[in-house]
C-alpha cells in the first residue's frame, strides 16, 4: 500500500484529502507544521508528500530542500508563475493551486506513483523505450533508433529521473561528462532531434518541453 503524507495545517482540505486518498486505497498520514514533517520524514519514508506553503514552523519552501528522493506535489493557494517556477526548480514534482479540483489532485499523484521508468538486467525501460546501458544502445518497439552521444546521455538522464523536470541547468551539468561542448543553444537542437527520432518509430512524443524550466518524460 503506497503512503502519501499529507503536510498541510488546514484542517479541513487536510480531512477531505485524507478521506479520499483513503477510499483510493492509500496510507495516509498528517503532519500539521514543516517543523512536525521534518520529525516525520526522518521516522519513514513516503512514498509521496502534498505539501503547503504557509505552515507553521518551517515554511513548505524551508522543507523542500531537506525532502530527498520522494515526489512532492506542492498544494498551495500561491498561484504566481515565478513562484511555481522556483518551486519546480527546487526539486518538487509538481504543483497544484488551491482551491484545487480533487479528481485533478488524484490524477497528478497518480503520475507521480506510476513510476514508468524501470531499471532491467539490460538498462532502462520507459513505456516503448529500452535503454541499454552497456552497449549505449536504445531500442523503441525493439526497432533500434541510432542516437548521438549527447542524445543518448540526454535521454538516459530524463529516463533516469522519469516524474521529474530536468533544469536545462541541471541537464548541462549532468551531462557535461560525457558531452563538455553542449551549450544551452545546442541542447535544444539535440532534444528537438531526439524527440523527432523517437517519435519516427512510434508516433509518439516521449518528451514534453516544461516553458521557462526544461524537460521532463511525457
Known amino acids: 500500500m503506497e503512503h502519501i503524507l499529507i503536510v498541510d495545517d488546514d484542517l479541513y482540505i487536510g480531512n477531505m484529502v485524507e478521506e479520499v486518498l483513503t477510499k483510493e486505497g492509500y496510507r495516509v498520514s498528517r503532519a500539521y507544521?514543516?517543523?512536525?514533517?521534518?520529525?516525520?520524514?526522518?521516522?519513514?519514508?513516503?512514498d509521496l508528500v502534498l505539501l503547503d506553503l504557509m505552515l507553521p514552523g518551517l515554511s513548505g519552501e524551508e522543507l523542500l530542500p531537506k525532502i530527498k528522493d520522494i515526489p512532492v506535489i506542492v498544494v498551495s493557494a500561491k498561484a504566481d508563475t515565478e513562484n511555481k517556477v522556483g518551486l519546480l526548480l527546487a526539486g518538487a514534482a509538481d504543483y497544484i493551486t488551491k482551491p484545487f479540483d480533487i479528481k485533478e489532485l488524484t490524477a497528478r499523484i497518480k503520475v507521480q506513483l506510476r513510476r514508468p521508468s524501470e531499471r532491467s538486467a539490460d538498462g532502462l525501460k520507459y513505456d516503448d523505450i529500452t535503454l541499454y546501458t552497456d552497449s549505449h544502445t536504445v531500442k523503441v518497439n525493439d526497432s533500434e533508433v541510432k542516437l548521438t552521444r549527447t542524445?543518448?546521455?540526454?535521454?538516459?538522464?530524463?529516463?533516469?529521473n522519469p516524474n521529474k523536470v530536468m533544469a536545462k541547468s541541471t541537464?548541462?551539468?549532468?551531462?557535461?561528462?560525457?558531452?563538455?561542448?553542449?551549450?544551452?543553444?545546442?541542447?535544444?537542437?539535440?532534444i528537438s532531434n531526439l524527440r523527432k527520432k523517437l517519435k519516427e518509430i512510434s508516433d509518439k512524443d516521449y518528451i514534453e518541453s516544461v516553458w521557462g524550466i526544461g524537460f521532463k518524460m511525457k
Open 33 to 46: 507544521s514543516g517543523t512536525e514533517a521534518a520529525i516525520k520524514l526522518s521516522e519513514a519514508d513516503p
Open 151 to 160: 542524445e543518448y546521455a540526454v535521454l538516459k538522464l530524463l529516463m533516469l
Open 171 to 190: 541537464l548541462l551539468d549532468k551531462i557535461s561528462l560525457d558531452t563538455p561542448d553542449c551549450t544551452e543553444t545546442s541542447l535544444k537542437i539535440h
